[in-house]
């Protein structure tokens, strides 16, 4: 909100004064996995003087409540009357310790502050969700995150590798987990069947998963804890699947239908060309 700004008290008031504005472009999710891989707090941010006047070392100031960022102020030399400035310097530290330590979803705000000396000149408030250390924020805020809970070290990929390897024996088949080496489509076919009978032979049951979760996200298990359970949503299978099958060698990819989720592999050595593709033709390729 806008200090030089005020509401009229009467219909015939309409007219507003030439103010500061801060036009900030922010994430507005963050999980562990956000510091993990880099994801920028700040994709944008512009201040524009819409006054008559030029105004010279004013300071913009980032903080955020909780404290699951670290605050910063840059100081700009001078803002010009009817001018803007755009940031060049985007860099905000996220907090490790104070996401990783998140068990349960909680409300934030990131808040920015234009003033000069003790005037407040322009001010923004943006809420933020901060999300459990296994909890994923969906496809709108955070689907190029969904690899980060692809483990395939987690230990009980091993058990199900194992497993894998002695039922592509049983059938006569080499029990190696060579993932393309072999170059033959048929092997990672006959490699991603062991994997997948591996997975069934579990007898995992299935966990409804929360409404809408394609798109709003959801806590997502661990392979250890679907080994141990035996309880899992079709997202956390997913991501199961796809992480014994990296960890075979194999290239995976998670699709996300309305309000499901599949796992597929390339019997080829390819990849899609981004992490995540939203053109349905490439899929069909």
Known sequence: MDNFEFEPSSP????????????????????????????PVIR????????????????????????????KT????RINAGDDVVLSDRRIDLDPAYLAGLTEAERGDITLRLVKGEQLLA???APVRLLARDEWGGVA??????????????????????SAAEKLAAH?????????????????YMLTASVYAAI????????????SFERNGQKIRKPKAIVENGL??????????????????????????????????????????????????ELRK
């Open 200 to 211: 069934a032979s579990l007898g995992v049951y299935y966990a409804q998963p929360p409404a």
């Open 232 to 281: 899992a949503t079709c997202l956390d299978t997913s991501v199961l699947f796809a992480a014994a099958l990296e960890a075979a060698g194999l290239h995976s990819v998670v699709i996300m239908l309305d309000g499901h989720a599949i796992t597929a592999v390339w019997l080829v050595k390819r990849t899609l060309p981004k992490t995540q593709e939203t053109d349905i033709t």
């Open 74 to 77: 840059w100081v700009i030399d």
């Open 44 to 71: 944008s941010i512009r201040i524009e003087n819409a006054t008559s006047e030029t105004v010279q070392n004013v300071r913009l100031e980032l903080t955020a409540s909780p404290a699951f960022l670290r605050a």
């Open 123 to 125: 001010e923004t408030i």
């Open 12 to 39: 015939k008031e309409t007219a507003r004064p030439p103010s500061f504005h801060l036009d900030a472009n922010l994430a507005n999710t963050f999980t562990f996995a956000s510091h993990q891989n880099s994801i």
């Open 172 to 188: 006569g088949h080499s029990s190696a987990l060579d993932g393309y080496q072999s170059s033959d489509p048929k092997r990672a």
């Open 141 to 162: 805020d955070m689907g190029q995150l969904l690899p980060a809970f692809v483990m395939p070290n987690d230990p009980a990929i091993v058990r199900l590798l194992r």
